[in-house]
């Protein structure tokens, strides 16, 4: 085991560093061989999109492309351009850039919050403004290019109404609750009355689609588009969306401010999907869903509230799915991630590959989980591969808002069956967490990954983390002391590592 010295994390600051300007750097080289098509920002609709000075303008327009794109065809982004809404793909299309300078921006929400006109002081005496046009769930705010960040504001729902979820015998009175600048709250008034949830007794809201609600901002120091100089909604929406589209490929897009996930695939199978070159940042933070009850607190009455997001998913079952070269940061829930949890059904997890990204301040950096419930037995993954990633810095970044601090991790497998063979984890270099740096646990030992040639970072005293099989109890959270060297051999049964402990 080294002490990391200041030098050492000054190299691999400076590794990530590199590694960020290779990706936003990154040149536009996928191999297309139908149709291109262009967009750009002072494109028209009308126009054909068959050149660059014939290019479409609108997302609207490149997603009812759909009709026609064929296997092999492309959709590509002018760099330099932002573009506001959703992606939504077709099988065997690529989705890339084109032209020179910055990556093409994707942003969620339908305009920046910058019209002073739009914001309405409706409580001076708490400084609460209210914008001024129906909105989609809010994850967060982020002002003068996220100097200043809001923190979000979520009751719980009991069934009679909203509560506050740290003490449900108060009901949540915006005024009284929005202690702190910046503060926001998002108020949805519909689907209220719903049929109530597998796990509980009550009805809860529902979030379903195009659902707008009303914002509120307590800010101090007066209208907000006149305190900053730009304003940036985080807001419910998927950046891409591939759903089971087979064999898409997104390349060389920024992908910014969505509060559900980035890029969302998934079904009972998507194969083929490929990510690479991608910026994907300030993911995630609004409501999922709500149920009737609460896991954390299973003999209190009041709901749970679960929120978004991941920078690229698969929910379901997967082939071929390879994400690489991409800059992932400021995830409210993982950077990447496989996952399922089968019901009763099947599923299976092939040819997975995680490589050579750069990630940051996620949550999770990278997660997955085969949870298999209702009896299935028969769901696997097979062909697990991350390798060559360096992940810093888990659990430090905005997602820290979450109720639940306690569970970052850089690979974060939980404790469920997640029957694996041929996992392996190797090249990475895992930059401290704020808890564990890896949750690798599975029923089986042997589902467990293959470990090498990794390096660990994290302070003395810090969480190394779990790894084994359950099936006769969950093995124990391992610490970063002088003993790290040995637990890496002989639990992770990792070879050949590099350890440093940062006294």
Not at 85 to 92: A, L, M, R, V
Not at 301 to 317: F, H, K, Q
Not at 398 to 424: D, E, F, L
Not at 442 to 465: F, K, V, W
């Amino acid at each position: 085991m080294n002490t990391a010295t200041n030098e050492i994390l000054n190299q691999i600051e400076q590794l990530a560093l590199s590694r960020k300007n290779e990706i936003l750097s990154a040149t536009d080289n996928c191999d297309i061989t139908g149709i291109k098509y262009y967009v750009s920002e002072d494109g028209c609709d009308s126009n054909d999109g068959l050149s660059p000075e014939t290019a479409w303008k609108t997302l609207n327009k490149a997603n009812d492309a759909a009709r026609f794109l064929k296997p092999g065809d492309a959709v590509l982004f002018r760099r330099g351009d932002t573009f506001r809404g959703s992606i939504y793909t077709t099988s065997g299309v690529t989705y890339g850039a084109f032209g020179v300078g910055e990556k093409p921006r994707l942003y969620a929400a339908d305009k920046p919050l910058t019209d002073a006109a739009l914001w309405e002081e409706i409580d001076p005496t708490h400084h609460i403004w209210k914008w001024g046009e129906k909105i989609h769930d809010v994850g967060t705010i982020l002002f003068d290019d996220a100097k200043y960040i809001s923190y979000k504001l979520i009751p719980t729902y009991n069934g009679h109404g909203f509560v506050c979820r740290e003490d449900e015998s108060k009901p949540f009175i915006m005024a009284d609750e929005m202690k702190r600048d910046l503060d926001i709250f998002w108020e949805f008034a519909g689907n209220l009355d719903t049929t109530p949830t597998p796990k509980g007794d009550f009805p809860v809201p529902q979030l379903i689609g195009e659902c707008r609600g009303d914002l509120y901002l307590r800010c101090d120091r007066g209208n907000p588009a006149k305190v900053f100089k730009n304003i940036e909604a985080v807001v419910r929406r998927h950046g891409v969306c591939v759903g089971e589209n087979k064999n898409v490929h997104i390349d060389n897009l920024c992908i910014r401010y969505f509060a559900a996930h980035g890029i969302s695939a998934g079904g009972k199978l998507n194969e083929g999907l490929h990510v690479s070159n991608c910026e994907i940042g300030w993911i995630g933070g609004s409501i999922l869903n709500y149920l009737a009850n609460d896991p954390n607190f299973p003999n209190a009455p009041r709901g749970s509230v679960t929120r978004y997001g991941n920078a690229v998913e698969i929910y379901g079952g997967c082939k071929n799915y390879l994400v690489e070269n991409c800059y992932i940061y400021q995830c409210y829930d993982a950077g990447i991630t496989h996952q399922v949890t089968t019901w009763g059904k099947f599923y299976s997890m092939e040819n997975v590959c995680y490589r050579n990204n750069l990630i940051e301040n996620c949550v999770y950096s990278i997660e997955y989980f085969l949870e298999k419930n209702r009896g299935d037995t028969e769901s696997y993954m097979n062909n697990i591969e991350m390798c060559g990633n360096i992940l810093r810095h888990s659990g430090y970044g905005w997602g820290q808002q979450r109720h639940n601090k306690h569970t970052p991790a850089h690979i974060k497998g939980w404790s469920y069956i997640n029957t694996a063979s041929n996992y392996r984890v190797h090249d990475n270099i895992f930059d401290r967490a704020k808890y564990r740096l890896l949750h690798l646990v599975a029923e089986e030992d042997s589902s467990c990954p293959i470990m090498y040639n990794n390096t660990y970072i994290q302070h003395r005293g810090g969480m190394l983390g779990q790894y084994g099989g359950n099936k006769n109890g969950e093995p124990p959270i391992l610490f970063m002391d002088d003993d790290a060297d040995y637990i890496i051999e002989n639990v992770f049964k990792e070879k050949n590592a590099k350890v440093y402990i940062i006294e």
